[in-house]
């Protein structure tokens, strides 16, 4: 990569990152994205991008994978520099600002850093089944529906994000079958309904105990309580069974952390001077943790990020739609 100098370092490229990135463009700021994972997005790319969205202001419903791809043109014109599927790992003090330290050892210099890791780093619970068996026919999330046309998907899991795969999937693919180890559910009540009201197969209180094939998933056998084991055919499981997450080494960059949110004043500056955090993972009193809401927080944190480095510049430089 070599050397990399920016304003701002914005960590996390989900929907608040995004946004943060346009709107430093905005503000005349050079920035720098970083994330862990290989794609723009953060988590509505990774866990729900064929998922539509309802919260987010002036769309009645907007599917995720076109949020993310609206917020990636919109910050466009302003040539952030992606640096996808690398890690920020140390954040240490330099003569001019700060410096990032990333996997592998390369440094990007900055003025200031935005953290907008969401929930953090998040890890799928396994399927113990499964073992082996990701990328030949289990995955954990559904980048593109249509890879799955006129196949027979088995989704494992009993919660929201299992039933929304199902919705998504039911349309499209030649089956789809739910298996639950327990009875009751987790997810929404009318989501469950929605599902019942389709159809769908749903075998509770059971378990994938075995997936089977040459090579490729062909059938996984199924383990109920009172019944004798089935063998159904599959190309594709999806175990959709949560995940866990943490913040990872931002947890040892001297911020004030309290479950996994890094506490924020009104200007979303941190405890530490020059790093201010934005959406999910920044926490106040009151906070309500909506896409919108990140979107807000971005704005406010460039804008005092502006004058940190700037303390000419305005912190309000008027609305953007000003601006030819």
Do not use: C
């Amino acid at each position: 990569m070599g050397t990399l100098s920016v304003d701002v370092v914005i960590v996390g490229a989900g929907p608040t990152g995004l946004f943060a990135a346009y709107y430093a463009g905005f503000r005349g700021l050079s920035t720098a994205v970083v994330d862990s994972l290989p794609e723009a997005g953060g988590q509505v790319t990774a866990m729900y991008p064929e998922k539509m969205i309802y919260d987010v202001g002036g769309f009645p419903a907007v599917r995720g994978r076109d949020l993310i791809k609206g917020l990636v043109e919109q910050a466009a014109p302003w040539n952030p520099t992606y640096l996808l599927g690398r890690k920020a790992e140390a954040l240490a003090q330099a003569e001019s600002g700060l410096e990032v330290t990333l996997d592998g050892g390369d440094v990007v210099r900055t003025g200031a850093v935005l953290i907008t890791a969401g929930i953090g780093e998040f890890t799928p619970r396994p399927l113990p089944a499964g073992d082996g068996w990701l990328g030949r026919g289990m995955v954990h999330f559904v980048p593109s529906l249509a890879a799955h046309a006129d196949q027979d998907v088995i989704v494992v899991g009993g919660g929201d994000s299992a039933f929304d795969w199902v919705l998504a999937l039911h349309p499209i693919a030649a089956s789809v079958t739910l298996v639950h180890r327990r009875a009751k559910f987790r997810a929404a009540d009318s989501i469950v309904r929605e599902v019942r009201d389709l159809g769908v197969r749903m075998i509770t209180d059971a378990e994938v105990t075995e997936l089977r094939g040459n090579g490729e998933l062909e059938s996984v056998l199924i383990e109920a309580k009172d019944s004798a084991p089935v063998e159904l055919p599959a190309q594709t499981v999806v175990a959709a069974l949560g995940f866990t997450a943490d913040l990872g080494p931002i947890e040892n960059w001297g911020l004030e952390i309290d479950h996994r949110a890094i506490n924020v004043d009104s200007r979303m500056a941190t405890a530490r001077e020059r790093v201010y955090a934005a959406g999910d993972v920044a926490a106040y009193p009151g906070k309500v943790k909506l896409i919108a809401t990140g979107f807000g927080e971005a704005a406010t944190a460039i804008n005092n990020i502006a004058v940190a480095l700037d303390p000419d510049a305005h912190l309000f430089p008027g609305h953007s739609s000003n601006v030819e």
